[in-house]
């Protein structure tokens, strides 16, 4: 199924009026340098458009004339804006693509069979969902300040402790790897709806997890997903839940884990550092349906807890790491 160019018809709905500025009328309306500009429109994830290109809409000057206010106050700087325009295209763009793919397929199980999708039935679809954009927009924006609640939450615990540096970005915690085993023969083996069903599933029920036991989902990667906990103990239950999920599962595929504790750097959204490399390191090493973790964590985790049984293993040369102990995590066992 192939879907024809996209006409100006479905900018014009998406964006509320036709692009009808050129790159220098939008700075000129907006009262910003053309450079910054420039800047923000590459920082949201397009690429500048030539200097005549009508490319441009009332609503691109409207926003553009909201940074530039933004600017105007103390708090905000060019580089806090670039980095703030940047997370913002990345999620937006992952997002409407996710939404895209998902919207189309709808679109195309509502068809008769081996009935093509057309670029004139994709515009008549859009303006007949048009009534549903503001209530999508308002779960967009209630999505965004829970998030940030809990954002804030997160950094006003960790300002509490001294293991942490809010300011700085650092922060103690758990970083895991959950990995698909053998997905690259897996995904052979299906064709491509198969394969999109195939994380989908796995995606989700990884999120479930993460997040029922405390934890935070960073990104994820199709057969792998990042994730992080404060708490070791959490952390702990997460790596063990995961791999008992999809042990569960009917036709799945085991899935490894690699779990680390200490100090790492926080950015964007996403995390760096030792415990980072180290986490993915122990899941690429990781047994089918294992978990595996690092000393930082074993030695974190409450002696007397009957929930866990940590054994050590040998030391491995890990890429980068040099000789590392890695320890298995598992549920003791009964009787």
Not at 26 to 55: C, N, Y
Not at 244 to 266: K, S, T
Request: glycine content about 10%; hydrophobic content about 45%; overall charge negative.
């Amino acid at each position: 199924m192939v879907v024809p160019p996209v006409p100006d018809d479905i900018e014009e709905t998406l964006l509320g009026g036709p692009m009808h500025l050129t790159r220098r009328e939008v700075e000129e309306e907006a009262g910003l340098s053309g450079d910054l500009a420039v800047r923000i429109w590459q920082a949201l994830g397009f690429p500048t458009p030539p200097d005549d290109a009508a490319a441009f809409t009332d609503g691109d000057v409207a926003a553009l004339r909201e940074i530039r206010d933004l600017l105007d106050g103390d708090l905000v700087d060019e580089e806090m804006v670039l980095q703030l325009v940047r997370a913002v295209g990345q999620t937006m763009g992952r997002l409407a693509s996710w939404l895209g793919d998902v919207w189309l397929l709808r679109l195309s199980a509502l068809l008769p069979p081996d009935e093509p999708v057309t670029t004139d039935l994709v515009v008549t679809a859009l303006e007949s969902t048009e009534e549903l954009r503001p209530a999508f927009e308002r779960l967009l924006l209630h999505g965004w300040r829970r998030q940030l609640a809990a954002a804030g939450l997160r950094a006003a615990a960790g300002t509490a402790s001294a293991r942490t540096d809010p300011a700085a970005g650092l922060a103690h915690l758990a970083v895991g790897f959950a990995d698909v085993v053998s997905f690259t023969r897996l995904s052979r083996r299906l064709d491509a709806d198969e394969l999109a069903a195939f994380v989908e599933r796995f995606e989700s029920a990884a999120t479930e997890v993460v997040v029922e036991a405390g934890g935070r989902i960073v990104k994820t990667l199709g057969d792998e997903v990042l994730f992080v906990v404060a708490e070791p103990v959490a952390a702990a239950e997460a790596g063990l839940r995961l791999a008992e999920r999809f042990a569960a599962e009917p036709g799945f595929p085991d899935v490894r884990v690699g779990l680390a504790y200490g100090e790492v750097v926080q950015r964007l959204g996403d995390v760096f550092g030792t415990p980072v490399n180290l986490a993915a390191r122990l899941t690429a090493t990781a047994h089918p349906g294992a978990v595996l973790i690092d000393g930082g964590l074993a030695e974190a985790l409450p002696r007397d807890d009957s929930r866990f049984d940590v054994s050590g293993l040998r030391p491995r040369p890990l890429q980068g790491l040099g000789r590392v102990r890695p320890r298995l995590l598992r549920r003791p066992r009964k009787g």
